[in-house]
């Protein structure tokens, strides 16, 4: 199994960025796919989720700024980040939970994301 992130990068508050989590050696139709991130000295957090059937759920602090979506047919998931915050700084990292077996939870690596003020 293997969660690829990429896009993370160094922006400016209120500029966007737009990560991508390539999936393989999963069953990718069966899983939700999320995004979580971990700034530094805080625990990992929950940003934002999409269920395979496309039901979304966000993470209060990025509701209307944060967009999360997936390609099935390309194992893709994606996070576009708008009017990002120095806030929003940390490692982001992609999950996918498998929804038939709650063992069935993988980790990317993460990428970096830093906002600037």
């Known amino acids: 199994v293997q969660l690829q992130a990429s896009g993370g990068g160094l922006v400016q508050a209120g500029g966007s960025l737009r990560l991508t989590c390539a999936a393989s050696g999963i069953s990718f139709n069966v899983n939700t796919m999320a995004w979580y991130r971990q700034a530094p000295g805080n625990q990992r957090e929950f940003v934002a989720a999409i269920a395979s059937g496309g039901i979304i759920t966000y993470a209060d602090s990025v509701k209307g700024r944060f967009t999360i979506s997936r390609d099935n047919a390309k194992n893709m998931v994606y996070l576009q980040m708008n009017s990002l915050k120095p806030e929003d700084t940390a490692v982001y990292y992609c999950?996918?939970?498998?929804?038939?077996?709650?063992?069935?939870?993988?980790w990317g690596k993460g990428t970096l994301v830093t906002v600037s003020s």
């Open positions: 999950n996918a939970q498998n929804r038939y077996v709650t063992a069935m939870s993988y």
